[in-house]
């Protein structure tokens, strides 16, 4: 395993950097995460690129623990130079030539000074007052006024602050203002052997437990050489389908009920309800938790193949009858369009990105498993709130087709004479590292792991496609009037758990 | 005797108009397939909210009290002019058209200004989508009622109703059928139903008139829920009334009281369920759409004022 790995890992000096990221974003290759480490003699960063067909190179690059600069890509890439950013403030790594180098992650209230992820950062220091204050640009001009919203919502909603810039009804300029709800998630894991990290995996962001949860093992196993079965595989890529099933199901009622129209809500309510509770039966938990582990995967009860397809029909009548509708239907063709080449160049993933007419999914890219014949990446060209909704409709309709095909591989095999992962020591015979990649239901999501000899976690970190897609939703305003930004924001659907950790 | 009358419709108009709303929420919960709080449940909340203390927002001015009474007010003194029960006016008070649409302007331009006093983004956002929509529903709800008001002679909504009491063949007349559904349209807009406005909602920047009131709070919101209510008691009951001006009392006694009070809450609440049922199947408009439904009821009352001068 470690000989393979070798071809694609590759050790780098600072300077040369620069030219070859260079060169690999010209051939097709994506940034799909950078990861910092305090290796108590000096830091190290690893950056990890994937291309279609499940290729992968990783460049590590190593900096002296004094005087931490980094030469910064963000002019290359610009979800690197948010990683650069995010390595700024957790690390107090500076990225020299950052065009934009302020804070991202870091609290407000958080000293300057203080960096979470370093060895010796120690527990969270008392909070300050917000000094530096956040730098909303001021837009200036006849009219303009700007609408402060959040952190606190109305609804039961995770904590934003979102700055608008408005004359009129026009919105001028978004500033989504995230990140107050740090919990050191990444901190959490180093320490545990993986076996007990399951349980924070499950709970990194809630509604994509299983993405987190498979990633995580993914690269556990990796880093362990722990071979997979295929029918262990196949349950995986079951739970992914249907933790896809049940979001995207809640999603395209809550879309058409931000344009009042609430019956669509009422009725996907209900099939949400009876996802979560085939959920529950399958797995023991309604959020899917529960079911995987390292080197296996196991159901309490195999899936009910009809239920599904049941609601996979009732949701296709839904969709019929919303889009039908003459007035949703203006509601959501041409809102918040996000351009192709806008969302290309900002690393967009997921529905978002598939609704933009950019075609990536991890299930056909780096694929773990056969998907059979019926499935299909289903992508929409306008980049609007239509194309987000019609996305995720088509999506639905693949899960649910897709699902007879994975049940059969997955009841496949012997079942239930695996050995159990030894949760103890010693499995490694030196440090290992690895990397999980996932189509979760939000996007391609990455997890890289490090474990120590005696296998405790040294470092994990975790890259939820969000943190690649709330940049595009202020993007996608351009030209939107306030009272459609909610319609837009719930079309993006974004998670605040997953992106700040 | 004609005050006792008076106060009785107010009377009744203030006990309906909990009911009204809670069937309305109930019809539209059970056609959704919800359980729905119960009919009584606006009543409470209007009960709950007025023993409650007010907390108004730092650096809030005494409008925020003084609106929720002028709104009240004002959704009385129309209630009490517009023809609800009986035809029975008060002389020194003329239940004139443009009398009524002046009150109810007088507690929009009210509200317009409690959504600026707080000084929160959210009420002046609601304030300028609220006048912009006013601007709109005024015109049609005088052009409408004019065109009705042509055959008779006169804007006194009483004589308006008496004619059509005495001549129902008036009420299915184009005239009348176009000014009915113009008038329908603007009820619904300026009391912020969909699909212009949607009272469900939570979403601080899609709102109309709960951005308005959203810094109001205690007794205050309680004036200001009832107060809006009443509008669309005095508003729908208006056009019940000319779609349906059967019931309504021609003198003052008690027996016909009784039958118009009865007559009145049943075309009500069943206009309200009716309304509920649409909404079910309705959603809200883009807000730079909203004009042009209302342009187009604005239309119709102008074709309903022409018709009603050429086919006389």
Same mark, same amino acid.
């Given at each position: 395993?470690?000989?393979?790995?070798?071809?694609?890992?590759?050790?780098?000096?600072?300077?040369?950097?620069?030219?070859?990221?260079?060169?690999?974003?010209?051939?097709?290759?994506?940034?799909?995460?950078?990861?910092?480490?305090?290796?108590?003699?000096?830091?190290?960063?690893?950056?990890?690129?994937?291309?279609?067909?499940?290729?992968?190179?990783?460049?590590?690059?190593?900096?002296?623990?004094?005087?931490?600069?980094?030469?910064?890509?963000?002019?290359?890439?610009?979800?690197?130079?948010?990683?650069?950013?995010?390595?700024?403030?957790?690390?107090?790594?500076?990225?020299?030539?950052?065009?934009?180098?302020?804070?991202?992650?870091?609290?407000?209230?958080?000293?300057?000074?203080?960096?979470?992820?370093?060895?010796?950062?120690?527990?969270?220091?008392?909070?300050?007052?917000?000094?530096?204050?956040?730098?909303?640009?001021?837009?200036?001009?006849?009219?303009?006024?700007?609408?402060?919203?959040?952190?606190?919502?109305?609804?039961?909603?995770?904590?934003?602050?979102?700055?608008?810039?408005?004359?009129?009804?026009?919105?001028?300029?978004?500033?989504?203002?995230?990140?107050?709800?740090?919990?050191?998630?990444?901190?959490?894991?180093?320490?545990?052997?993986?076996?007990?990290?399951?349980?924070?995996?499950?709970?990194?962001?809630?509604?994509?437990?299983? &993405?987190?949860?498979?990633?995580?093992?993914?690269?556990?196993?990796?880093?362990?050489?722990?071979?997979?079965?295929?029918?262990?595989?196949?349950?995986?890529?079951?739970?992914?389908?249907?933790?896809?099933?049940?979001?995207?199901?809640?999603?395209?009622?809550?879309?058409?009920?931000?344009?009042?129209?609430?019956?669509?809500?009422?009725?996907?309510?209900?099939?949400?309800?009876?996802?979560?509770?085939?959920?529950?039966?399958?797995?023991?938990?309604?959020?899917?938790?529960?079911?995987?582990?390292?080197?296996?995967?196991?159901?309490?009860?195999?899936?009910?193949?009809?239920?599904?397809?049941?609601?996979?029909?009732?949701?296709?009548?839904?969709?019929?009858?919303?889009?039908?509708?003459?007035?949703?239907?203006?509601?959501?063709?041409?809102?918040?369009?996000?351009?192709?080449?806008?969302?290309?160049?900002? &690393?967009?993933?997921?529905?978002?990105?598939?609704?933009?007419?950019?075609?990536?999914?991890?299930?056909?890219?780096?694929?773990?498993?056969?998907?059979?014949?019926?499935?299909?990446?289903?992508?929409?060209?306008?980049?609007?709130?239509?194309?987000?909704?019609?996305?995720?409709?088509?999506?639905?309709?693949?899960?649910?087709?897709?699902?007879?095909?994975?049940?059969?591989?997955?009841?496949? &095999?012997?079942?239930?004479?695996?050995?159990?992962?030894?949760?103890?020591?010693?499995?490694? &015979?030196?440090?290992?590292?690895?990397?999980?990649?996932?189509?979760?239901?939000?996007?391609?999501?990455?997890?890289?792991?490090?474990?120590?000899?005696?296998?405790?976690?040294?470092?994990?970190?975790?890259?939820?496609?969000?943190?690649?897609?709330?940049?595009?939703?202020?993007?996608?305003?351009?030209?939107?009037?306030?009272?459609?930004?909610?319609?837009?924001?719930?079309?993006?659907?974004?998670?605040?758990?997953?992106?700040?950790? | 005797?004609?005050?006792?009358?008076?106060?009785?419709?107010?009377?009744?108009?203030?006990?309906?108009?909990?009911?009204?709303?809670?069937?309305?929420?109930?019809?539209?919960?059970?056609?959704?397939?919800?359980?729905?709080?119960?009919?009584?449940?606006?009543?409470?909340?209007?009960?709950?909210?007025?023993?409650?203390?007010?907390?108004?927002?730092?650096?809030?001015?005494?409008?925020?009290?003084?609106?929720?009474?002028?709104?009240?007010? $004002?959704?009385?003194?129309?209630?009490?002019?517009?023809?609800?029960?009986?035809?029975?006016?008060?002389?020194?008070?003329?239940?004139?058209?443009?009398?009524?649409?002046?009150?109810?302007?007088?507690?929009?331009?009210?509200?317009?200004?409690?959504?600026?006093?707080?000084?929160?983004?959210?009420?002046?956002?609601? $304030?300028?989508?609220?006048?912009?929509?006013?601007?709109?529903?005024?015109?049609?709800?005088?052009?409408?009622?004019?065109?009705?008001?042509?055959?008779?002679?006169?804007?006194?909504? $009483?004589?308006?109703?008496?004619?059509?009491?005495?001549?129902?063949?008036?009420?299915?007349?184009?005239?009348?059928?176009?000014?009915?559904?113009?008038?329908?349209?603007?009820?619904?807009?300026?009391?912020?139903?969909?699909?212009?406005?949607?009272?469900?909602?939570?979403?601080?920047?899609?709102?109309?008139?709960?951005?308005?009131?959203?810094?109001?709070?205690?007794?205050?919101?309680?004036?200001?829920?009832?107060?809006?209510?009443?509008?669309?008691?005095?508003?729908?009951?208006?056009?019940?009334?000319?779609?349906?001006?059967?019931?309504?009392?021609?003198?003052?006694?008690?027996?016909?009281?009784?039958?118009?009070?009865?007559?009145?809450?049943?075309?009500?609440?069943?206009?309200?369920?009716?309304?509920?049922?649409?909404?079910?199947?309705?959603?809200?408009?883009?807000?730079?759409?909203?004009?042009?439904?209302?342009?187009?009821?604005?239309?119709?009352?102008?074709? $309903?004022?022409?018709?009603?001068?050429?086919?006389?």
């Amino acid at each position: 395993m470690s000989g393979e790995r070798a071809a694609y890992r590759e050790d780098v000096v600072p300077g040369a950097l620069g030219g070859k990221v260079q060169a690999l974003l010209g051939s097709g290759w994506r940034l799909a995460l950078v990861a910092g480490h305090d290796d108590g003699d000096g830091f190290r960063v690893v950056y990890s690129f994937l291309r279609p067909v499940g290729q992968r190179r990783e460049l590590v690059v190593r900096l002296p623990h004094d005087q931490p600069e980094l030469p910064s890509l963000a002019g290359l890439s610009y979800p690197a130079g948010r990683f650069e950013r995010e390595l700024r403030d957790l690390f107090g790594i500076e990225p020299v030539g950052h065009p934009l180098p302020r804070g991202l992650v870091r609290h407000g209230h958080w000293p300057t000074t203080w960096h979470p992820m370093l060895r010796d950062a120690g527990p969270m220091p008392d909070f300050e007052p917000d000094v530096g204050s956040y730098p909303f640009v001021h837009v200036q001009g006849d009219g303009v006024y700007e609408i402060p919203v959040g952190p606190i919502h109305a609804g039961i909603i995770e904590p934003g602050h979102f700055r608008f810039s408005v004359v009129g009804e026009t919105i001028l300029r978004m500033k989504a203002r995230l990140w107050f709800v740090h919990r050191g998630m990444e901190r959490l894991f180093e320490g545990r052997l993986p076996s007990e990290a399951i349980e924070l995996a499950e709970r990194i962001s809630g509604d994509t437990a299983v &993405g987190h949860t498979v990633a995580f093992v993914q690269a556990v196993e990796e880093a362990l050489g722990i071979p997979i079965d295929p029918e262990v595989a196949a349950r995986r890529a079951l739970l992914l389908e249907l933790e896809r099933l049940y979001n995207h199901v809640a999603d395209l009622g809550m879309i058409p009920n931000d344009v009042g129209f609430g019956i669509a809500h009422i009725h996907t309510q209900r099939l949400r309800e009876k996802l979560l509770r085939h959920n529950a039966a399958v797995t023991g938990h309604r959020l899917l938790r529960g079911g995987i582990t390292v080197g296996d995967t196991r159901f309490v009860r195999e899936p009910d193949l009809a239920l599904v397809a049941g609601v996979a029909a009732e949701m296709a009548e839904i969709v019929a009858f919303t889009l039908n509708h003459s007035v949703v239907t203006d509601r959501f063709t041409g809102t918040a369009v996000l351009r192709a080449d806008l969302g290309g160049s900002l &690393g967009v993933l997921g529905y978002v990105a598939r609704a933009s007419g950019i075609g990536v999914d991890a299930r056909r890219d780096h694929p773990s498993v056969d998907l059979g014949p019926d499935f299909s990446v289903v992508t929409q060209e306008g980049g609007d709130v239509l194309s987000r909704y019609a996305v995720r409709a088509g999506e639905v309709a693949v899960s649910a087709g897709i699902l007879p095909h994975l049940a059969e591989l997955a009841s496949g &095999g012997a079942g239930g004479e695996r050995a159990a992962y030894p949760v103890t020591d010693g499995t490694t &015979g030196g440090p290992a590292a690895g990397l999980g990649v996932v189509e979760a239901w939000r996007g391609t999501l990455c997890h890289w792991v490090e474990l120590a000899p005696d296998g405790r976690l040294t470092r994990v970190k975790i890259v939820d496609p969000s943190f690649f897609n709330w940049p595009g939703l202020p993007v996608a305003l351009a030209d939107t009037i306030v009272p459609d930004f909610p319609l837009a924001n719930k079309s993006f659907n974004q998670s605040y758990a997953g992106n700040d950790l | 005797m004609t005050a006792l009358a008076v106060a009785w419709q107010i009377l009744v108009a203030v006990a309906l108009t909990p009911v009204l709303v809670g069937v309305m929420r109930q019809v539209r919960a059970r056609l959704e397939g919800r359980v729905g709080a119960g009919v009584g449940q606006p009543w409470r909340d209007v009960r709950k909210l007025l023993a409650k203390e007010p907390l108004a927002a730092e650096g809030a001015g005494p409008l925020m009290s003084a609106v929720p009474v002028i709104l009240v007010i $004002s959704s009385l003194v129309s209630v009490a002019l517009v023809p609800l029960l009986g035809i029975a006016t008060l002389a020194w008070v003329p239940d004139d058209l443009f009398v009524v649409v002046s009150v109810l302007l007088v507690g929009t331009v009210a509200l317009a200004l409690l959504g600026l006093e707080s000084g929160t983004a959210f009420g002046g956002m609601g $304030s300028s989508r609220h006048m912009m929509i006013a601007a709109l529903v005024e015109p049609t709800v005088l052009v409408a009622v004019y065109a009705l008001s042509v055959p008779v002679g006169t804007t006194a909504l $009483s004589s308006i109703l008496q004619a059509r009491m005495s001549d129902p063949t008036t009420v299915i007349s184009p005239v009348s059928l176009l000014a009915l559904v113009a008038l329908s349209i603007v009820v619904l807009a300026e009391t912020g139903r969909l699909p212009v406005d949607n009272p469900a909602t939570h979403l601080e920047l899609t709102m109309v008139h709960e951005a308005m009131i959203l810094e109001s709070s205690g007794r205050d919101l309680g004036w200001l829920e009832l107060g809006s209510w009443l509008r669309l008691t005095a508003l729908l009951g208006l056009v019940v009334n000319l779609a349906l001006p059967w019931g309504v009392a021609a003198d003052l006694g008690v027996g016909a009281t009784v039958i118009a009070t009865l007559a009145f809450s049943v075309k009500l609440l069943i206009a309200g369920s009716m309304i509920a049922a649409a909404e079910v199947f309705l959603a809200k408009v883009r807000l730079f759409r909203v004009p042009e439904l209302l342009a187009g009821s604005f239309v119709l009352a102008f074709l $309903s004022v022409t018709a009603s001068y050429l086919l006389v």
